[in-house]
């Protein structure tokens, strides 16, 4: 038999309403008894009774036994979820910043407490892969995950290469979609799938490394000389996430844009849909292909966790208790185009080797091989307007 779960959950945006209207369609034996929000003048397509904006009406009524927090306030979000989790109720919740950020305290107020956190629909939308890398590849030993994390970069990257569109009017559209942030900077800087990688790296390889040390370089510095570039050789740009294990032991994370060949897997993923590719030892290489945003990929998700926990469903993190933990590096060598108009930032980021420079009016660029480190030491001066970066295989 299955718990009956009666739901407070935080939130009623495009993830709570699509959830909603996915939860409508089914006898789940659950119920949803208050939605909190923000605004109680709001025009609602459900009845007035069921929302308020009082936190403590969920947090405080015994018979609530599991949260559901789809909020856009990251330090909201944590505040309700460590509430909920000492009060004993399991919450389920899609806010990978907030997640990224506090993944270790989380965990322990999971094992102080006994209350289960599932985040499912924060990584990848509608792709289930945190509970395959925490189940799964339990045993597997994973070379690397990576791929498209970000649908709303994905989304401005298609319309870019394979309409002609501007890139502002793709971001517009991605808002309107409801696909990207309420700070569209989170998707089109990169912090958006960065805090998707530090979770996928926590479940992947038991290694908790803080968002604040991750590189992200993204799209927003994109120029139409880069797309010219691109096009002449074949190739598409994509904002990939990596993680990756290097030397036995050590984990190499960062997210850039990088130019993907037909043959690439990736190369087909298009619009707002993410991809997510695992290369382990044994099941060699696999693909999860999905939406990656929207309301009801990612209600989908949120509720796939929900009905986990009608069964008692935990993570167990068990990666990140083994006798013999991975380390976070930075000294990774990486292949980049960077493409500037001020000829002196040559000058101030070190390259250990280049080996193509191309120079004319308006356009200039070298390809060359860079560290890690270098990157995120002069991560101001690369990521600035009128430079563009990105990872070359
Ligand atoms: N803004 C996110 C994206 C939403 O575009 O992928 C899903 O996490």
């Given at each position: 038999?299955?718990?009956?779960?009666?739901?407070?959950?935080?939130?009623?945006g495009?993830?709570?309403?699509?959830?909603?209207?996915?939860?409508?369609?089914?006898?789940?034996?659950?119920?949803?008894?208050?939605?909190?929000?923000?605004?109680?003048?709001?025009?609602?397509s459900?009845?007035?009774?069921?929302?308020?904006?009082?936190?403590?009406?969920?947090?405080?009524?015994?018979?609530?036994?599991?949260?559901?927090?789809?909020?856009?306030?990251?330090?909201?979000?944590?505040?309700?979820?460590?509430?909920?989790?000492?009060a004993?109720?399991?919450?389920?919740?899609?806010?990978?910043?907030?997640?990224a950020?506090n993944?270790?305290?989380?965990?322990?107020?999971?094992?102080?407490?006994g209350?289960?956190?599932?985040?499912?629909?924060?990584?990848?939308?509608?792709?289930?892969?945190?509970?395959?890398?925490?189940?799964?590849?339990?045993?597997?030993?994973?070379?690397?995950?990576?791929?498209?994390?970000?649908?709303?970069?994905?989304?401005?990257?298609s319309?870019?290469?394979?309409?002609?569109?501007?890139?502002?009017?793709?971001?517009?559209?991605?808002?309107?979609?409801?696909?990207?942030?309420?700070?569209?900077?989170?998707d089109?800087?990169?912090?958006?799938?960065?805090?998707?990688?530090?979770?996928?790296?926590?479940?992947?390889?038991?290694?908790?490394?803080?968002?604040?040390?991750?590189?992200?370089?993204?799209?927003?510095?994109?120029?139409?000389a880069?797309?010219?570039?691109?096009?002449?050789?074949?190739?598409?740009?994509?904002?990939?996430?990596?993680?990756?294990?290097?030397?036995?032991?050590?984990?190499?994370?960062?997210?850039?844009?990088?130019?993907?060949?037909?043959?690439?897997?990736?190369?087909?993923?298009?619009?707002?849909?993410?991809?997510?590719?695992?290369?382990?030892?044994?099941?060699?290489?696999?693909?999860?292909?999905?939406k990656?945003?929207?309301?009801?990929?990612?209600?989908?998700?949120?509720?796939?966790?929900?009905?986990?926990?009608?069964?008692g469903?935990?993570?167990?993190?068990?990666?990140?208790?083994?006798?013999?933990?991975?380390?976070?590096?930075?000294?990774?060598?990486?292949?980049?185009?960077?493409?500037?108009?001020?000829?002196?930032?040559?000058?101030?980021?070190?390259?250990?080797?280049?080996?193509?420079?191309?120079?004319?009016?308006?356009?200039?660029?070298?390809?060359g091989?860079?560290?890690?480190?270098?990157?995120?030491?002069?991560?101001e001066?690369?990521?600035?307007?009128?430079?563009?970066?990105?990872?070359?295989?």
């Amino acid at each position: 038999m299955s718990n009956k779960l009666v739901i407070g959950m935080f939130g009623f945006g495009v993830v709570g309403q699509g959830l909603y209207d996915i939860i409508k369609t089914k006898d789940l034996n659950l119920e949803i008894k208050k939605f909190v929000i923000k605004n109680q003048d709001k025009k609602r397509s459900l009845p007035s009774s069921l929302f308020t904006t009082d936190a403590n009406a969920v947090l405080q009524d015994p018979e609530i036994n599991t949260v559901v927090e789809l909020i856009d306030d990251a330090d909201a979000a944590y505040d309700i979820t460590v509430k909920a989790l000492k009060a004993g109720k399991n919450v389920v919740s899609a806010n990978k910043k907030m997640l990224a950020n506090n993944l270790e305290s989380l965990v322990n107020i999971q094992h102080e407490t006994g209350s289960s956190l599932l985040y499912e629909g924060s990584v990848c939308g509608s792709i289930p892969i945190i509970r395959n890398l925490e189940e799964y590849y339990d045993n597997e030993l994973l070379h690397s995950v990576s791929g498209i994390f970000n649908g709303s970069s994905n989304y401005i990257l298609s319309k870019v290469f394979n309409e002609g569109q501007s890139y502002d009017d793709a971001l517009k559209q991605a808002q309107d979609y409801g696909f990207a942030e309420t700070d569209p900077t989170l998707d089109v800087g990169g912090y958006d799938p960065k805090f998707k990688l530090a979770i996928v790296a926590y479940h992947a390889y038991g290694l908790y490394v803080n968002p604040d040390k991750i590189l992200n370089i993204g799209i927003d510095k994109l120029g139409d000389a880069d797309v010219k570039f691109a096009k002449e050789k074949n190739l598409k740009i994509k904002l990939l996430p990596l993680a990756k294990e290097v030397d036995g032991n050590q984990i190499v994370l960062y997210v850039l844009p990088k130019f993907v060949p037909k043959e690439s897997i990736l190369y087909a993923v298009e619009n707002e849909n993410n991809g997510v590719l695992v290369r382990a030892a044994f099941a060699d290489e696999q693909f999860f292909y999905g939406k990656g945003a929207g309301g009801h990929p990612t209600g989908s998700a949120v509720l796939s966790d929900i009905t986990a926990l009608r069964y008692g469903y935990k993570y167990e993190y068990k990666k990140h208790l083994v006798d013999k933990p991975v380390e976070y590096t930075t000294h990774y060598q990486l292949r980049v185009y960077l493409r500037f108009s001020d000829e002196s930032l040559l000058e101030k980021v070190n390259f250990d080797n280049i080996e193509e420079r191309y120079s004319s009016k308006d356009f200039n660029y070298i390809i060359g091989q860079i560290s890690l480190k270098e990157i995120i030491e002069k991560k101001e001066l690369i990521d600035q307007q009128g430079v563009f970066i990105a990872q070359m295989d």
